[in-house]
């Protein structure tokens, strides 16, 4: 055990633990889009406005709570395997998205949202063909923070049973194995750069064409 | 047709109403200009018309049709409507924010690209260069320009304009100001704008409703408006200088001089003496298009030399002006270029007549001496 190399953890072992990590952070980042952009656009409608402060300040609140914490709630509540852990990641990364969709939606200038109203256009297509293509870029933002979140998060859901990358750091610190710590940390950072950059990318090519001024 | 009747809006937390008891009456065809100083309620009073304000009391139609008994999505669609900060989507290309409300109303593709080049024409932006630009790699004026063409797109019979040409520099406001008033001759839509410049309103409206704290005021033609303000209020508003606001408004052609003969360039001599012996003394030459050439004075010639190849002596006027510019911009050119005749001229440079400064001068004191208050203007 001892003998074993960095580079045999890397192409015998690691992948299966890439996979996994990559599963819990795909469907986490994917249910957590879903709650949180509707979520967001609902506190900016006109009957729902009046809460959206105080529903942000909410889940700023849950967003203090140390991520080993959250997922020590969840074992309580949930018991151990990949569901308490998926529920765990998707709410520790509902804040950015619902934030920023908020944001987004609300630093639009008014004149172009009056303007759209002005021409005759609905509620529903002033949403659809005005607000969220305008608001899309500061949602992809909340998304990348959202991911980088998750990603670090996955790993220390392995103590509630999650699997992933989390696991070969683990069994690392629990076996006096550091080869296997340090490939699964590396490769934890390694998937949160490729995250961030791939929406960072994302953004300037949806946004190339125009400013928003 | 736009009539406003009782209308009201009252503010919970204000005291007062923001608009009371509103009467207006916009003409079928024509442009009424709201104007007042900030807060007066001219820009509340525009949003009801739409209902992206929604009255408290009173009426209001938009030809002849109550709004208040319309859906307000499809009220809009039947009215162009341009803001201030004009309020382009960003994320629409040109072609994209004029062919909005087509593209609303279910235009058919090909209708739709045959009338949002039309109408980029027509505000003067050519469609190859334009129409796949977004508004941020646009100027001030641009951006005006395609909010209005947007507006029109899909021909509503009414407008409604909040200060649309406020937020570019004066040159390019004035001649946007021009154009839509010449795109405006052959429309012939029914306009409610609002500014709170008083020389844009002389300029823009055939009637003006001027507002304070939410009353109107005084409703009337220009003319009116500037030689018989109904009270201070107006008469301050519309300024100290109403005397040179008058000559803003007129057009040259209201005392155009045509009396002055007129010779085309191969007129025999003969014509010319006899003109002389009548006492003529400037003669207008034009060409065999009656465009204008020149002029001579036939005075010194006659006295000096004989008519003979009297082309030799055609002079040229150092300045002329379009028929359709006001008397101010006539009086203008007088004074820079230090001359008291000014001849005006069509688009294609046919000659239509004279203006003379004296004549400006005793056209502005006989009109005052109608509406008598000339002693006031002295004053």
Redesign the interface.
């Given at each position: 055990m001892e003998t074993i190399s960095i580079f045999d953890i890397l192409t015998k072992e690691a992948p299966e633990h890439i996979l996994q990590h990559l599963k819990l952070v795909l469907i986490s980042l994917n249910i957590a889009i879903l709650i949180a952009v509707p979520t967001g656009v609902l506190l900016t409608r006109k009957s729902f406005k009046k809460y959206s402060s105080k529903v942000i300040a909410v889940l700023n609140t849950a967003q203090g709570v140390p991520s080993l914490a959250i997922v020590a709630i969840f074992l309580n509540i949930l018991g151990i395997g990949i569901v308490p852990s998926i529920v765990a990641l998707t709410l520790y990364g509902l804040l950015p998205i619902a934030q920023n969709t908020v944001a987004g939606i609300n630093n639009i200038?008014y004149?172009?949202?009056?303007?759209?109203?002005?021409?005759?256009?609905?509620d529903k297509?002033v949403l659809y063909?005005?607000e969220l293509?305008?608001a899309l870029p500061i949602i992809i933002a909340g998304i990348q923070t959202s991911s980088v979140l998750i990603v670090g998060t996955a790993a220390i859901a392995e103590l509630i049973g999650a699997g992933g990358l989390g696991r070969m750091i683990f069994l690392g610190i629990t076996h006096f194995l550091p080869k296997y710590t340090l490939v699964g940390a590396l490769l934890c950072a390694v998937m949160a750069i490729i995250f961030d950059q791939f929406f960072r990318i994302l953004n300037i090519k949806l946004t190339r064409?125009?400013?928003?001024? | 047709m736009i009539r406003l009747k009782n209308v009201s809006k009252y503010y919970k937390k204000k005291e007062g109403a923001a608009v009371s008891n509103l009467n207006l009456h916009v003409e079928e065809g024509k442009i009424c200009v709201m104007v007042g100083p900030s807060g007066c309620g001219k820009t509340t009073t525009l949003k009801m018309i739409?209902r992206?304000i929604e009255p408290s009391d009173g009426n209001i139609y938009v030809n002849d049709k109550n709004v208040m008994e319309q859906n307000p999505?499809?009220?809009?669609?039947?009215i162009g409507?341009v803001?201030?900060?004009?309020?382009?989507?960003?994320?629409y290309t040109v072609y994209e924010n004029v062919a909005?409300?087509p593209k609303?109303l279910g235009w058919k593709e090909e209708k739709i690209r045959n009338r949002a080049n039309e109408l980029l024409k027509i505000v003067g932006l050519s469609p190859q260069e334009y129409a796949k630009k977004?508004?941020?790699q646009l100027s001030g004026g641009q951006k005006q320009r395609v909010g209005v063409a947007?507006?029109m797109a899909a021909n509503p019979p009414v407008m409604?304009m909040d200060e649309p040409f406020g937020a570019v520099d004066p040159i390019t406001r004035n001649q946007l100001q021009n154009e839509f008033l010449k795109i405006q001759k052959k429309m012939k839509k029914t306009i409610c704008f609002v500014t709170h410049d008083i020389d844009e309103a002389i300029k823009m409206g055939d009637k003006i409703a001027i507002m304070c704290d939410g009353k109107l005021v005084q409703y009337d033609t220009p003319e009116n408006i500037l030689f018989s303000p109904k009270n201070e209020f107006v008469e301050e508003f519309v300024g100290s200088d109403r005397a040179l606001k008058v000559l803003n408004l007129l057009k040259v052609d209201t005392i155009l001089d045509t009396s002055l003969p007129k010779i085309s360039i191969d007129t025999d001599s003969d014509v010319l003496k006899k003109l002389a012996l009548k006492g003529q003394d400037h003669v207008v030459v034009l060409d065999d298009e009656e465009k204008l050439v020149g002029y001579i004075k036939l005075r010194k010639i006659v006295e000096r030399r004989s008519l003979e190849k009297w082309d030799k002596y055609i002079k040229r006027y150092v300045s002329t002006i379009d028929e359709d510019s006001s008397l101010k911009n006539a009086m203008v050119s007088m004074l820079q270029f230090d001359v008291f005749n000014i001849p005006v001229i069509s688009e294609n440079g046919v000659y239509k007549g004279i203006v003379n400064f004296n004549m400006i001068k005793s056209y502005i004191s006989e009109e005052y001496e109608t509406n008598n208050i000339v002693d006031k203007v002295v004053g």
């Amino acid at each position: 055990m001892e003998t074993i190399s960095i580079f045999d953890i890397l192409t015998k072992e690691a992948p299966e633990h890439i996979l996994q990590h990559l599963k819990l952070v795909l469907i986490s980042l994917n249910i957590a889009i879903l709650i949180a952009v509707p979520t967001g656009v609902l506190l900016t409608r006109k009957s729902f406005k009046k809460y959206s402060s105080k529903v942000i300040a909410v889940l700023n609140t849950a967003q203090g709570v140390p991520s080993l914490a959250i997922v020590a709630i969840f074992l309580n509540i949930l018991g151990i395997g990949i569901v308490p852990s998926i529920v765990a990641l998707t709410l520790y990364g509902l804040l950015p998205i619902a934030q920023n969709t908020v944001a987004g939606i609300n630093n639009i200038n008014y004149e172009v949202i009056e303007a759209a109203k002005g021409v005759g256009m609905s509620d529903k297509q002033v949403l659809y063909k005005i607000e969220l293509p305008l608001a899309l870029p500061i949602i992809i933002a909340g998304i990348q923070t959202s991911s980088v979140l998750i990603v670090g998060t996955a790993a220390i859901a392995e103590l509630i049973g999650a699997g992933g990358l989390g696991r070969m750091i683990f069994l690392g610190i629990t076996h006096f194995l550091p080869k296997y710590t340090l490939v699964g940390a590396l490769l934890c950072a390694v998937m949160a750069i490729i995250f961030d950059q791939f929406f960072r990318i994302l953004n300037i090519k949806l946004t190339r064409n125009y400013k928003q001024t | 047709m736009i009539r406003l009747k009782n209308v009201s809006k009252y503010y919970k937390k204000k005291e007062g109403a923001a608009v009371s008891n509103l009467n207006l009456h916009v003409e079928e065809g024509k442009i009424c200009v709201m104007v007042g100083p900030s807060g007066c309620g001219k820009t509340t009073t525009l949003k009801m018309i739409n209902r992206i304000i929604e009255p408290s009391d009173g009426n209001i139609y938009v030809n002849d049709k109550n709004v208040m008994e319309q859906n307000p999505n499809e009220l809009r669609l039947k009215i162009g409507y341009v803001i201030q900060k004009i309020g382009l989507f960003p994320h629409y290309t040109v072609y994209e924010n004029v062919a909005t409300v087509p593209k609303l109303l279910g235009w058919k593709e090909e209708k739709i690209r045959n009338r949002a080049n039309e109408l980029l024409k027509i505000v003067g932006l050519s469609p190859q260069e334009y129409a796949k630009k977004y508004p941020n790699q646009l100027s001030g004026g641009q951006k005006q320009r395609v909010g209005v063409a947007r507006a029109m797109a899909a021909n509503p019979p009414v407008m409604l304009m909040d200060e649309p040409f406020g937020a570019v520099d004066p040159i390019t406001r004035n001649q946007l100001q021009n154009e839509f008033l010449k795109i405006q001759k052959k429309m012939k839509k029914t306009i409610c704008f609002v500014t709170h410049d008083i020389d844009e309103a002389i300029k823009m409206g055939d009637k003006i409703a001027i507002m304070c704290d939410g009353k109107l005021v005084q409703y009337d033609t220009p003319e009116n408006i500037l030689f018989s303000p109904k009270n201070e209020f107006v008469e301050e508003f519309v300024g100290s200088d109403r005397a040179l606001k008058v000559l803003n408004l007129l057009k040259v052609d209201t005392i155009l001089d045509t009396s002055l003969p007129k010779i085309s360039i191969d007129t025999d001599s003969d014509v010319l003496k006899k003109l002389a012996l009548k006492g003529q003394d400037h003669v207008v030459v034009l060409d065999d298009e009656e465009k204008l050439v020149g002029y001579i004075k036939l005075r010194k010639i006659v006295e000096r030399r004989s008519l003979e190849k009297w082309d030799k002596y055609i002079k040229r006027y150092v300045s002329t002006i379009d028929e359709d510019s006001s008397l101010k911009n006539a009086m203008v050119s007088m004074l820079q270029f230090d001359v008291f005749n000014i001849p005006v001229i069509s688009e294609n440079g046919v000659y239509k007549g004279i203006v003379n400064f004296n004549m400006i001068k005793s056209y502005i004191s006989e009109e005052y001496e109608t509406n008598n208050i000339v002693d006031k203007v002295v004053g």
